[in-house]
Every structure is written in structure tokens, then in C-alpha cells.
């Protein structure tokens, strides 16, 4: 998906007042001009070349001192009102607390600055301190951590997954391999010895630098698209920080400029997510009995319903069969599964690394029919999305990534996020839970669920890895469903197949649990 769009050097902790300028549906508090504030909302002090102009203005009869209140009071207005343009202090209240000064008040110039700049809250810094891009940038990842949090009350995890995917697809533009990157196409598009550029010279190379470093945004959605880069909105965005519309940049502003760009089309791509959360629906029913929810779909090409894509992102699909059946005596669920890394370029580029990434997991799990949004909620939380499910019960999960109990193992767990691992056991045979690299190759799970006992043991590839006791009170109606995860640090392909319910077991095995 990426983004719409026309889809370090040390940043400064300034701020400033003024209107509002809008790009897409986003406002910017930066305007040129204006009074300028720190982070805390404290005035910017004035440097003290321009303090001092007025201090000699304002010295009626050439003492070096201000010597009586009119004195005093000319010249508070003065840079108040005139200097800064400060609007926001009232005049009455200006007026009393010189009204308020002894009668025999006297300052030098550096007294008059400290009372001065006390009495009226001014920061410690100046306004040599301000960066037009620092600001802008600060005033932006404000907007974009309420954008984030608008798409989680929104709608709830897929909002939260949403976010996240956008946040870990970004957060290269905070590392030193982003800023030393800049440093090198400035090097690249500037003459020997120069420090400065016209930003018409290198447009060209800014759009081909972004486009580049902004691949990434592939693994933003379901879909391979990424952010459009265009030069004429990257000049937009130029033009809302050229604070002196000079239309140059110098060598230390540029990392600057482009981590800004950055974050234009982080918000984008947040923005985008947005319309496409309020297209697609929370869930889609493959018939009366099943249903998709999250990141779920039916692959038709290859038969079978793949749970989560296996992109480098935060996902989250679900399986949910939706006829109950009795929680008495011995019910198996069987199904057979994939795992495998997505082939892209991660993985031609290291097919080893990439298996060792696989993760995070699948999960089985029983469900309550009578509870409420048992089969419309779909927002649990956990590495595999079941913990926290509206009805979830408990889950046997297939621990890839090692976020669940242990890596390569198979876990029992309860759907309440704060509970512990009720069990554990290492699968150590051949590649693993991974499967075969390979789309006809499946592996089989059985687990088995002793409703009557309260317990649990689960076959991996017909052969059996764990039996445990599960002391989770079960109610007499229950539902099955599969659900898988991943993050953008362990990642797979998770999909399954001939998904159903039967009273006896399978004795036969299968060769994949072996095979390298």
C-alpha cells in the first residue's frame, strides 16, 4: 500500500505561533514569521543586538540606564507589542506590574533583560536557537501519534496493527545509517567546498533518493505498492520550512529536510490506511460456517487460506469455524498447515537468515459461543492475536518466533493475556515447525481435546509432541478456530487447510516433520 503522496543533524526543541497551513487533510502549526516558543510554550528571547537597539531607543536621556517607570514602560511595550508581536499578554497586566515596581526603580541593560525575561516567563533560549525544520518536524510527529492513536479507537486492533506496521516501516529515519545517507547524496549533488545548495539543483536526486529509501513502504498493507514521490511535492514540503524563501538549504538542514519529507509521507501512508480500514470490513464469511477475520484471505490460485502473508509486518489473520459443537469427552481438531518464509528479496538474499526469522506463530484455539463478539472480534493481542479474544478459552500454539513460550515449540496457553505458559515442549525434528519451501507440501496438526479429563495433547506431522492437563473450566458448547501472527522482526507465510472436527484420531504420519 505505502502511501498516497503525490503516494541527524541534532533537531531543535522550538516552536512557533501563528495560522494554520493544511496538506491533505492534516494541519501544520508551523507558519512563517510570528513570535517563536520553545517546547514548554515559552518565548523565544530575542538576541541581545536587537534587545539592546531598543534599550538604547528607549534610553530617553542617554543614562546607559532606564531611570524612571515611563522609561520602563516605553520600552516593555515596545518590544512586547512592537519587537516580538506578542499578542497574548494583556496590557492591563503589563501595566500593573510596572505599576507595581518601586518608584525609585532603575536598570542597566543586562538588569532590565533579567527582570525582563523573568517577569515575563521568556525561555532560556534564543531566537538563534530556532530551526524552521526542527520545528515542523516536531509539530508533525505530534500529528502523527494522534493520527495513530485515532486509528486505534477507531477500529480497535486493526487500527493498533495499522499503526504499528507504518511505525516499524518509519523508523529508519531516526537511525545513523539514514542520516549518513543524506550526508552522501548532499556530498554527491554539491560542488567541492560547498555548503550550500539552491534546492532547484538537486531535485532530480531527491526524488530518486526517496523513492529508494522508501521501498520499504511495500510492507506497509496487504498489497506491494509503495509511496509515490513526486518532485512537486517534494518541493511543497520545501517550500512550507524555507523560512526566508531563499529556495537554498545548507549541508546541515538537508538530513533535516529529508527525515521532514519522511514524515510527510508517514502521515500519508496513516492516512491511506485509514480509508482503507473504513472499505473493509472487520470480517468476511467464507461460507455459513467459516469465517475470515484480520489480515485472512482465500488464496484461490493455490487452495488454501492464508492466515498472514509473511510480509516484514505487524499481522493478524483469523480462521473461526462457527458451528458449535459439545465440549464432551474426546473432540479432534485436525487441519494441515504451511510456514515458511516469503520469497523476496530477504530471502534470496539469504535463505538461512530468513528461515531462522520465521515467526511468530499459529495458534488452535477453543472459543465460547455464548460470549459476546466471540465471532465479530477479532482484536486480541499477543504474538498470534488470540490473547485478549472476545470468548477465547485457551490455545495450543506452534511457537516459531519464540514469543510464546520458546522458540520451535509447542505451547498451551489461556486467552487471558496476564496468564503463564500452562505447558511447553520443544520440537526439534528436522527444520523445525517450518514447513518446506514448497506450495504443495503440507504438514498435518491434530490436537486433541479430552473435555471430559481437561486434557490436551497435540500431534505435529502424526506424531505426538505434547499431553498435558489444562485446569480451565470449559463451557458445554464451544468453537474451534486457528488464528496466526507476525512483527516485523519474525515473519512467515501461515496457511492452512481441511480444517475439521472428528471423534477419532489419525494414526497415520506424515515425512514433513523430518525433513531438511
Known amino acids: 500500500m505505502g502511501c498516497g503522496g503525490g503516494k541527524e543533524e541534532k533537531q531543535s526543541d522550538i516552536e512557533t505561533d501563528g495560522g494554520e497551513q493544511k496538506s491533505r487533510d492534516r494541519t501544520t502549526k508551523f507558519v512563517k514569521g510570528g513570535p517563536k516558543r520553545d517546547t514548554d510554550g515559552k518565548y523565544l528571547r530575542p538576541t541581545d543586538a536587537v534587545f539592546l537597539e531598543e534599550f538604547n531607543i528607549f534610553d530617553i536621556n542617554d543614562s546607559k540606564t532606564l531611570d524612571s517607570k515611563d522609561e520602563i514602560r516605553q520600552l516593555t511595550f515596545g518590544l512586547i507589542t512592537m519587537t516580538l508581536k506578542i499578542k497574548d499578554i494583556p496590557h492591563g497586566d503589563v501595566k500593573q506590574i510596572i505599576e507595581d515596581l518601586p518608584e525609585d526603580a532603575e536598570y542597566t541593560f543586562e538588569e532590565y533583560k533579567t527582570w525582563f525575561f523573568e517577569t515575563f516567563g521568556f525561555s532560556d533560549k534564543t531566537v538563534d536557537d530556532y530551526s524552521a525544520i526542527a520545528h515542523a518536524s516536531k509539530d508533525l510527529n505530534e500529528d502523527i501519534q494522534e493520527k495513530i492513536v485515532e486509528l486505534k479507537e477507531a477500529f480497535g486492533k486493526r487500527g493498533d496493527v495499522a499503526g504499528e506496521q507504518v511505525s516499524d516501516v518509519y523508523e529508519f529515519i531516526e537511525t545513523d545509517q539514514f542520516l549518513e545517507a543524506c550526508n552522501g547524496v548532499f556530498n554527491e549533488a554539491a560542488e567541492e567546498g560547498s555548503d550550500e545548495l539552491g534546492f532547484a539543483d538537486f531535485e532530480d ?74 472499505k473493509t470490513p472487520a470480517y468476511t464469511d467464507f461460507n455459513e460456517t467459516f469465517r475470515m477475520g484480520g489480515n485472512t484471505f482465500l488464496d ?30 474426546d473432540t479432534y481438531v485436525k487441519l494441515d498447515y504451511q510456514c515458511n518464509p516469503r520469497e523476496d528479496a530477504v530471502w534470496e538474499e539469504d535463505k538461512k537468515a530468513a528461515n531462522e526469522k520465521c515467526g511468530e506463530g499459529l495458534c488452535v484455539y477453543l472459543v465460547d459461543p455464548e460470549a459476546e463478539g466471540w465471532d465479530e472480534q477479532f482484536d486480541g493481542e499477543g504474538p498470534c492475536g488470540f ?105 512467515s507465510r501461515f496457511s492452512v487447510n481441511n480444517l475439521r472436527f472428528e471423534n477419532d484420531p489419525d494414526d497415520d504420519e506424515d515425512d514433513s516433520s523430518d525433513e531438511e
Open 205 to 278: 536526486a531527491i526524488e530518486a533518493f526517496l523513492t529508494d529509501i522508501l521501498i520499504c513502504t511495500k510492507d506497509i498493507g496487504d498489497d506491494e505498492g509503495t509511496v509515490s514521490v513526486k518532485k512537486e511535492d517534494v518541493k511543497n514540503i520545501f517550500d512550507q520550512v524555507d523560512e526566508d524563501e531563499s529556495g537554498t538549504i545548507n549541508r546541515g538542514e538537508f538530513a533535516a529536510l529529508m527525515k521532514f519529507c519522511c514524515l510527510h509521507f508517514k502521515m500519508d501512508s496513516l492516512s491511506d490506511f485509514k480509508e482503507l480500514l473504513e
Open 300 to 329: 484461490k490460485d493455490l487452495g488454501r487460506f492464508t492466515l498472514v502473508r509473511g510480509k516484514h509486518q505487524r499481522a493478524i489473520g483469523h480462521f473461526l469455524c462457527r458451528m458449535p459443537f459439545d465440549a464432551d469427552g
Open 387 to 491: 490473547q485478549g479474544k472476545p470468548g477465547g478459552i485457551f490455545g495450543v500454539f506452534l511457537d516459531l518466533g519464540g514469543n510464546i513460550g520458546e522458540k520451535n515449540a509447542v505451547v498451551v496457553k489461556s486467552c487471558d493475556p496476564e496468564a503463564d505458559v500452562i505447558a511447553s515442549e520443544l520440537y526439534s525434528k528436522g527444520m523445525g515447525l517450518r514447513t518446506k519451501q514448497n506450495d504443495a507440501k503440507w504438514r498435518k496438526l491434530e490436537v486433541h481435546f479430552n473435555t471430559d479429563d481437561k486434557k490436551v495433547s497435540v500431534k505435529v506431522g502424526g506424531k505426538t509432541v505434547l499431553e498435558t492437563e489444562v485446569a480451565i473450566e470449559i463451557p458445554k458448547k464451544i468453537c474451534v478456530g486457528v488464528c496466526a501472527g507476525t512483527s516485523k522482526t519474525a515473519s
